[in-house]
């Protein structure tokens, strides 16, 4: 996979100040693009800026201290981005607050729903679920009059959608899966496509606090999302949509055809809405 050039190629990462988002951000400057680092955390996105400074040169990275769920943000960020580079192609949606957010011990003792505090849980689905949309709503329009373009949106699995415990994450992330098919079928035709990338397990970032019983060497890197995101970011990726891929299962040393193979499946699960329950 070490031939996709991003050459040309623009990219919006939200929450690339962190985490996934981060890793993701590098990956697409290592392959040449352009990217603006899309955070509401002004610390973070320097460093991102600065770290992709010195993989591509200092005209590579635009910082946008933003926040994903003011639609003013959102619109004055792609205006930015297509200011600054004349082109916005490519969205990722990797920002996100996660269940720590409602309980400091979550995973020890879970949240009931109905004792989940009401401005923490809009917070979170402010975030995880109405941001996403807010900024393709603002870059799509651009991308379709383009005739090419790419959303890639970050979810989770479906057990974890629907773990005890894990509202309102669970459900944030179900809503975007589900919204990204949904997207690709409006954008059929239009040469922009959409997708869901997720890593394919826990992943070692700071959504899993320090306190948390976990070997942190054992949960799933962020790095895992940088090959298969490069390709999706990439002319190679042309014409596929309402797909979801398992970033752990993307093996960068094989042929692309088995990687997207052993890693890929379609997107939003359609197969198990088709098993009704029927009653004997």
């Known amino acids: 996979m070490t031939d996709i050039n991003l050459t040309g190629k623009v990219a919006i990462v939200a929450g690339g100040g962190g985490g996934m988002g981060r890793a993701i951000a590098l990956a697409l400057v290592e392959k040449g693009a352009k990217i603006a680092v899309f955070d509401v955390r002004q610390e973070n996105v320097d460093k991102v800026v600065e770290e992709a400074a010195a993989i591509g040169d200092s005209e590579c990275a635009l910082p946008l201290v933003r926040d994903i769920t003011k639609i003013d943000h ?22 996100g607050l996660g269940m720590a957010t409602l309980k400091d011990d979550y995973w020890n003792d879970n949240l009931k729903f109905w004792n989940a505090d009401i401005d923490r849980f809009n917070a979170l689905m402010n975030v ?136 890929g499946g379609p997107c939003a699960w359609p197969d198990a809405g088709k098993k009704a329950f029927k009653p004997t």
């Open 128 to 263: 995880n679920w109405n941001g996403p949309f807010l900024l393709a709503r603002c870059v799509t329009p651009y991308m379709i009059e383009e005739g090419w373009g790419r959303i890639v949106n970050v979810t989770t699995s479906l057990d974890t959608m629907t773990t005890r415990g894990y509202t309102p994450y669970g459900p944030s992330k179900a809503a975007l899966e589900a919204a990204t098919s949904v997207w690709s079928k409006d954008l059929e035709g239009t040469g922009v496509t959409a997708n869901v990338l997720v890593p394919g397990g826990p992943v070692n970032t700071d959504f899993i606090p320090e306190s948390a019983p976990f070997d942190r060497t054992k949960l799933t890197q962020p790095e895992v999302m940088q090959a298969p995101m490069c390709w999706l970011a990439s002319d190679l990726s042309d014409g596929v949509t309402n797909m979801r891929f398992v970033a752990r299962s993307w093996d960068p040393e094989a042929s692309l055809e088995d990687a997207i193979r052993e890693s």
């Open 74 to 95: 959102c619109m004055s960020a792609v205006q930015e981005t297509i200011d600054a580079f004349n082109s916005a192609d490519i969205l990722v949606n990797a920002a």
